[in-house]
């Protein structure tokens, strides 16, 4: 009996203790597959940090879960992307993840993700195709509807016709796509379509074979072919107005400053802009400069919206990742972000604003410049 | 005519680049029969240093030029002192001792550098254009030319004119014959793998001019110097000259004339002289 009334005591003082603390509930894993090594190794650490503040605004934790972050690092190939996924699916019992970021590995790990039905993410568009598999996460946009606004600007500027060159893979043609839709949308003329391999080192003999046109629209994949083509876009003295894609996230201040004078007058699409004046962005990019100590660029704005996406969802299910729960919360959700505004599509392809953008010298730094904004952009398929 | 014309300069700018990298290691393949791998990465290690000094210190591109030189050639001569000369007649250990280096230098020039591409950059009086035919030309391009020239020039004078070239040329035909007649060929070899590495990263801080620097380029430009060498053959710097300048023009006109297939006009080169002179255009028959 003595026994009895000791147990019985221990947990009047017990029990009541551990609520009062707040008794952590089973820690809830979020994976994310990204780029530390290879050819984009040093996007992993930017798309990295946007998670990182996104979950340190919440206190790592949702509806009294403490999140538990396990990053794989994917090696910028398709291959290991769907070892890592498979790892943190099978292994660490993740059911959501966030990344990887290129179409190929898009391609690699969809369907396994969507029979073992885990809620992912891309970290830089997507395909519209993902949107079948309703479980995929398209941010900021599908490859077309990122690049569709420049379609129309290039058309908005007055110019009726235009030759673009085309990184020759699936994403350069999906990125292209869409600035065709938006030229020809409204009765502009593609006069020439040049498609560059990927890596390409010399792009001399392609400027030297340029029709006349009104404008140049190119997309190529990354930091060091966008600074190739338009350093050397200069030297041949090619004159026509030149309009990129992807922008600030190809070509960032630090990579501004050492292309110099060659940047300069460059316009195109940027999917976010740093310096845009928006108080929400203004506080959240003050707050990047503090806990990382340099200005956030798209990609940490791209992982940070996307992980708080995620959260919004989690809290809207009392933090149950079961998937269909998951996932009827996470396509209702609608933020303030330091993009814009930001909503999702039924089939999870975000909907957000596009910007035009210019590089422009401001107050001695080079800077992407807003100059237009096409608000809450929509891949015109999905509305067919 | 003017479209012609730009796209031999073009040609011969990036062929030239192809020729520096692909000299040296197609030497020491020849000479001293090391598949050396990390011979793309020295090229990137001298593009690195050279950016380095030109751009971040702000030094002359000709300072630039040598000290990425001397940091290839230093690296390769210890890759070489400190590891490949103890697999000598062994292709495989060669082959994954070398490929080894370049994983480790690649990730050491990212700890080192960061991981954002460095751009292309040029000595002051070599940026901007000049016309030819009414078109505007970079003037870094024709420096490429020229210096490639130059450099094809000596090296040909080292290799055929020289005693050390002799001594490396014998070394080639018959080593234990060599070595019988007195040669330290061992130090030879040491001093060729120093020169050939140093070629790399003059060729990397040239072809900075053209390609920037980014820690992929290792991979990418061993290819390259692969295709040359097998196109021109190996062991000789008139093969890689050679070899070089014909892949540069060829793929200057596929990518002008037809877009397309600009990815397979190189491989397709290099399959026809494989098929027709498996030796190279100029490589030392056995």
């Known amino acids: ?384 | 005519m003017e479209q012609v014309t730009i796209n031999l300069l073009n040609g011969l700018s990036y062929g030239m680049v192809l020729f520096l990298i692909a000299s040296g290691m197609s030497v020491v393949m020849g000479a001293m029969n090391i598949i050396n791998l990390a011979h793309g990465v020295l090229y990137m290690v001298g593009g690195y240093v050279g950016w380095t000094i030109a751009v971040k210190f702000g030094a002359p591109f000709a300072l630039g030029l040598l000290t990425g030189g001397l940091a290839a050639g230093f690296t390769g001569l210890v890759i070489e002192r400190g590891f490949l000369r103890h697999l000598y007649k062994q292709p495989n250990e060669q082959v994954l001792l070398s490929f080894g280096f370049v994983y480790i230098l690649t990730n050491l020039s990212l700890w080192v550098w960061g991981g954002w591409p460095r751009m292309p950059f040029t000595a002051k009086v070599l940026s901007g254009s000049i016309e030819i035919l009414g078109r505007a030309y970079p003037k870094a391009r024709l420096a490429i030319i020229l210096i490639g020239v130059i450099l094809a020039i000596v090296l040909w004078w080292l290799q055929d004119k020289t005693r050390v070239g002799a001594m490396v040329r014998a070394g080639m035909d018959n080593k234990e014959m060599t070595m019988g007649l007195g040669i330290n060929l061992e130090r030879v070899f040491a001093v060729v793998f120093f020169v050939a590495s140093f070629i790399a990263g003059l060729a990397g801080v040239l072809g900075a001019q053209l390609l920037g620097v980014y820690n992929a380029l290792g991979l990418e430009i061993l290819l390259l110097a692969l295709i040359v060498i097998i196109v021109g053959g190996v062991g000789s710097v008139q093969g890689a000259l050679l070899g070089g300048i014909l892949i540069g023009v060829i793929d200057a006109f596929g990518r002008a004339l037809f877009p397309k297939f600009a990815m397979f006009t190189m491989y397709f080169t290099m399959i026809i002289i494989l098929l027709v002179r498996p030796s190279g255009l100029l490589g030392r028959r056995a």
């Open chain 1, 1 to 384: 009996m003595k026994k009895l009334i000791l147990i019985v005591l221990l947990l009047a003082i017990l029990v009541p203790a551990s609520v009062a603390f707040g008794a952590p509930g089973k820690p809830l894993k979020i994976g994310a597959v990204l780029n530390f090594t290879g050819p984009a190794a040093m996007l992993g650490p930017l798309f990295k940090n946007g998670i990182v503040k996104a979950l340190e605004e919440n206190n790592n934790q949702v509806a009294g879960r403490p999140i538990e972050l396990i990053v794989e690092d994917g090696a910028t190939d398709a291959t290991v992307c769907l070892e890592k996924a498979r790892k943190l699916v099978e292994r660490d019992k993740a059911k959501i993840i966030i990344g990887p970021l290129m179409g190929d590995a898009h391609l690699a790990i969809a369907p396994y993700m969507a029979n073992k039905k885990v809620l992912i993410t891309t970290l830089y568009c997507g395909d519209i195709k993902l949107g079948d598999y309703r479980n995929w996460l398209t941010y900021p946009t599908t490859l077309v509807g990122l690049t569709l606004p420049l379609g129309w600007y290039a058309h908005d500027s007055g110019y009726k016709t235009m030759v673009m060159i085309t990184s020759d893979y699936a994403g350069g043609h999906g990125f292209m796509k869409g600035v065709r839709m938006g030229f020809e949308e409204k009765r502009g003329k593609a006069v020439q379509e040049v498609f560059v391999p990927v890596g390409t080192a010399d792009f001399g003999p392609y400027h030297s074979t340029l029709k006349d046109a009104d404008c140049v629209a190119f997309f190529v994949p990354n930091t060091a072919e966008s600074a190739r083509l338009i350093t050397q876009y200069r030297e041949f003295g090619v004159k026509m107005p030149l309009l990129g894609t992807t922008l600030a996230a190809d070509l960032p201040q630090a990579v501004m400053e050492e292309l110099g004078d060659n940047v300069i007058g460059v316009r195109g699409q940027a999917a976010y802009i740093w310096s845009r004046d928006d108080p929400v962005n203004n506080q959240w990019v003050e707050a990047m400069e503090k806990r990382f100590g340099r200005t956030p660029g798209g990609l940490e704005n791209n992982s940070y919206c996307i992980t708080s996406a995620i959260l919004a969802a989690l809290k809207a299910t009392g933090g149950d990742e079961s998937f269909d729960r998951l996932w009827r919360a996470v396509v209702r959700v609608q933020l303030a972000t330091p993009q814009g505004p930001l909503s999702f599509t039924p089939e999870g392809i975000a909907i957000t604003d596009g910007y035009i953008v210019e590089a422009k010298v401001i107050n001695g730094k080079y800077v992407w410049d807003p100059i237009k904004v096409y608000p809450q952009v929509l891949d015109p398929r999905l509305v067919k």
